[in-house]
């Protein structure tokens, strides 16, 4: 659903357009491994070779898991596990299907949180996307 922004002092580039997306953030430790490579890079790198969207690794200054241990980056004995987010925006269909590509990456602790989201677009290029995408419902119809 495209929805513009009705306010009278807006110009179309600052017009806002919304399309619904989810949101896929996978935490991690940071020192999780899979074949030798951080499970954050494993995830990043075939979220690429998926062609979703984009992906964004954050890292945690303070946090704990599973083993119930704080780690942060205070003390220096605990802060080789700091926690760790992949977040990953697109169209659900494209998250959901890529699900499955990361499974053996979190199944012995990672997590997987799912939240519906907007993807907010602003100017000529969210005009564009959003009547290419409208057109196609369209079609589809």
């Given at each position: 659903m495209t929805t513009p922004n009705t306010s009278s002092t807006s110009s179309t580039s600052n017009t806002p357009y919304t399309e619904p997306a989810l949101r896929l953030t996978v935490l991690v430790g940071e020192s999780d491994v899979w074949h030798h490579r951080p499970v954050f890079t494993e995830i990043v790198h075939r979220a690429h070779r998926a062609g979703l969207s984009g992906a964004s690794v954050l890292r945690g200054i303070e946090g704990f898991g599973a083993s119930s241990m704080i780690h942060t980056q205070r003390l220096l004995s605990l802060s080789e596990d700091l926690p760790v987010a992949v977040v990953i925006v697109?169209?659900?269909?494209?998250?959901?299907?890529?699900?499955p590509l990361i499974a053996e990456l979190v199944a012995d602790g990672g997590r997987v949180v799912l939240d519906a989201c907007e993807i907010v677009r602003f100017g000529t290029e969210g005009r564009e996307r959003a009547e290419e995408r409208d057109g196609k419902r369209d079609r589809d119809r």
């Open positions: 697109d169209e659900e269909e494209r998250v959901r299907a890529f699900l």
